[in-house]
Antibody
Framework: EVQLVESGGGLVQPGGSLRLSCAAT????????MHWVRQTPGKGLEYVAG????????GYADSVKGRFTISTDNAKNSLYLQMNNLRAEDTALYYC????????????????WGRGTMVTVSS | DVVMTQSPLSLPVTPGEPASISCRSG???????????LAWYLQKPGQSPQLLIS???NRASGVPDRFSGSGSGTDFTLRIRRVEAEDIGVYYC?????????FGPGTTVHIK
């Protein structure tokens, strides 16, 4: 069974840092682009970042560019999101998601989602 | 960033009746490979989003055939042939051709 499990969320002060992890099981992790999407409670979905090992590309929302870094560890089948200089507006539930098409050069559709990990930025 | 708009933002439905949601993108989502990089998701209350439709019209595995997607370029539509009670939730369209990926604001489907 394909599964994504996020962890690493919590309460952090403004200006602080946090590293989110996403453990992937049930599929060939290397073959798929991976993404982070966030959702403020009661609001819509906001794309955060994506990484495509096949094309070597990464992409970030303007709101996090320069502060967040997406990465993977293929040996651990894990996706990460390093979040620095956190702001109150980064408070959200962060989802990990995998692309639909293996070995694609473009993003396509988010086929599987995790349950999310909550990040709260507050003093 | 490519702006995605949806209409309506709230859709009251009657079980057994059809329903449709429109999604419009600020730039064409048609790639030179012939595919439209437009996906539809449903987020049921308290759950993570689930993929319904990819490439504008490809139903994801396990998705009932009452759901269908159509459109090309900048205008897309999600149709539900006969709404069931389990279809309530928020529907999002998403474009993946242009970086960064962007989502529509969501359409809340609720029972009339």
């Amino acid at each position: 069974e394909v599964q994504l499990v996020e962890s690493g969320g919590g309460l952090v002060q403004p200006g602080g840092s946090l590293r989110l992890s996403c453990a992937a099981t049930g599929f060939s992790f290397d073959d798929y682009a991976m993404h982070w999407v966030r959702q403020t409670p009661g609001k819509g979905l906001e794309y955060v970042a994506g990484i495509n090992r096949n094309s070597g590309s990464t992409g970030y929302a303007d709101s996090v560019k320069g502060r967040f870094t997406i990465s993977t560890d293929n040996a651990k089948n894990s996706l990460y999101l390093q979040m620095n200089n956190l702001r109150a507006e980064d408070t959200a539930l962060y989802y990990c998601a995998k692309d639909l098409v293996p070995r694609g050069l473009l993003w396509d559709a988010f086929h599987v989602w995790g349950r999310g990990t909550m990040v709260t930025v507050s003093s | 960033d490519v702006v995605m708009t949806q209409s309506p933002l709230s859709l009251p439905v009657t079980p057994g009746e059809p329903a449709s949601i429109s999604c419009r993108s600020g730039q064409s989502l048609l790639n030179r490979n012939g595919h439209n990089y437009l996906a539809w998701y449903l987020q049921k209350p308290g759950q993570s989003p689930q993929l319904l439709i990819s490439f504008a019209s490809n139903r994801a595995s396990g998705v009932p055939d009452r759901f269908s997607g159509s459109g090309s370029g900048t205008d897309f539509t999600l149709r539900i042939r006969r709404v069931e009670a389990e279809d309530i939730g928020v529907y999002y369209c998403m474009q993946a051709l242009h970086t960064p990926v962007t989502f529509g604001p969501g359409t809340t489907v609720h029972i009339k």
